[in-house]
Structure formats: C-alpha cells, structure tokens
C-alpha cells in the first residue's frame, strides 16, 4: 500500500479476506485493529517449527513501510512500547517474534532487508543469536524453526539473510551457515 491510510483500508474491507491486530504507521500511529483473543487473518499459509496455524497461534503486527525504506524512528519507538506489553499478556519469548519472511519461506519477503532486529534484540524483543560454527544449513534452519518444500532451498536461503544476513549476496556461504548454526544452537524452535 502506498500509505498507511490505503493499508487501514485494505485491513479493515472483509472482502480483502486479510487483517491484523495491529498497524503501525511510518510516524507511529498505531492502530488496533482486531482483539488479541481474536483470530487475525495476517500470515496465512506458513509455519515456525511446529506450529502450522500461524494465525491462530499469533499476534499480527503489520509495519506501513514499502519494503525498500528503513524503518523510521518513530515507528520503531511506536512497536517497542507495544511489543512488551503484547510478549508478557500472551507469554512470547523474544525468539518467538518473528516476521513473515521466516514462517512463509518463498512466498513472503516482509518486514525486508531494512528491518532492524539487532535493535529489537538489544532490547529483548527479539533474538540476534552470536554465530556458530558453521554446520548443515538445512538442518540447522530447520532446527531454528524454519520450513520449506523441496525446491525452495534459494527461498530459505533467502528468507534466513532477511533474518540474519540482509547483507548477505551470492551462493550459500560460510557466514549464512554459521548465522543459522548460531540461531538453531541457541533458540531451537522445532518443539514450539
């Protein structure tokens, strides 16, 4: 959507069949769009370890941003006072909060390059895990919560440099395994 105005109205028209809990606009504005304790329709077809209903199982936070952007000031201050509050009501650790890119490998690419989850974690909202040692790629983004059909291995490898390596070019290196192994050691997700 090209503002936050056109995104509330796209969350908030039934016949879009997609919606969120909350929307956070470039200033911060935010906006609560549906009840916690009601099923938002704002992952759709994905999963994080065990988990299959993402939309069930989640509160969906959506940022106005065109995917290219940074994320400015005011709209990270307006989601880390929101977040906190939201993790202790529905007990979420900081490695459960994740973004589309990581539980819809392939077919989703959002909050993008631009987001910044170093910062979050710095903040405990989120996890920025020290790498490992270089290990099975697969395996290990499997191990950390992420899925994919067979096919798709250029898909997770992209979806994990959104996570992890947003710098991150080429073929499958060293520094992707170890950014993986790193994550899958420290926060496991596979028994979520």
Same mark, same amino acid.
Request: charged share 25%.
């Given at each position: 959507m090209q503002t936050p105005e056109a995104a509330l109205t796209r969350l908030c028209t039934p016949e879009?069949?997609?919606?969120?809990?909350?929307?956070?606009?470039?200033?911060?504005?935010?906006?609560?769009?549906?009840?916690?304790?009601?099923?938002?329709?704002h992952a759709?077809?994905?999963?994080?370890?065990?988990?299959?209903?993402?939309?069930?199982?989640?509160v969906g936070i959506e940022l106005a941003n065109d995917g290219a952007s940074p994320f400015p000031e005011p709209q990270m201050v307006a989601l880390e006072a929101l *977040?906190?509050?939201?993790?202790?009501r529905w007990d979420i650790a900081p490695e459960r909060v994740i973004g589309h890119? &990581?539980? !819809?490998?392939?077919?989703?690419i959002d909050p993008g390059p631009r987001f910044d989850w170093r910062r979050l974690a710095l903040s405990g909202l989120a996890v920025w895990p020290e790498t490992g040692r270089p290990g099975e790629f697969e395996a290990d983004a499997r191990r950390a919560?992420?899925?994919?059909?067979e096919g798709q291995?250029?898909?997770? *490898?992209?979806a994990v440099r959104l996570r992890l390596r947003p710098w991150g070019?080429?073929?499958?290196?060293?520094? &992707?395994? !170890?950014?993986?192994?790193?994550?899958?050691?420290r926060y496991p997700a596979a028994e979520a």
């Open positions: 879009a069949e997609v919606s969120a809990h909350y929307l956070i606009a470039e200033d911060g504005r935010t906006w609560q769009l549906v009840d916690e304790e009601m099923r938002a329709w759709g077809a994905g999963q994080w370890g065990a988990i299959t209903d993402m939309n069930s199982r989640s *977040l906190p509050d939201i993790m202790q890119s &990581d539980m !819809a490998v392939g077919r989703k919560g992420f899925a994919w059909a291995e250029e898909a997770l *490898l992209n070019d080429g073929p499958l290196s060293d520094a &992707d395994r !170890a950014a993986i192994a790193g994550l899958a050691a």
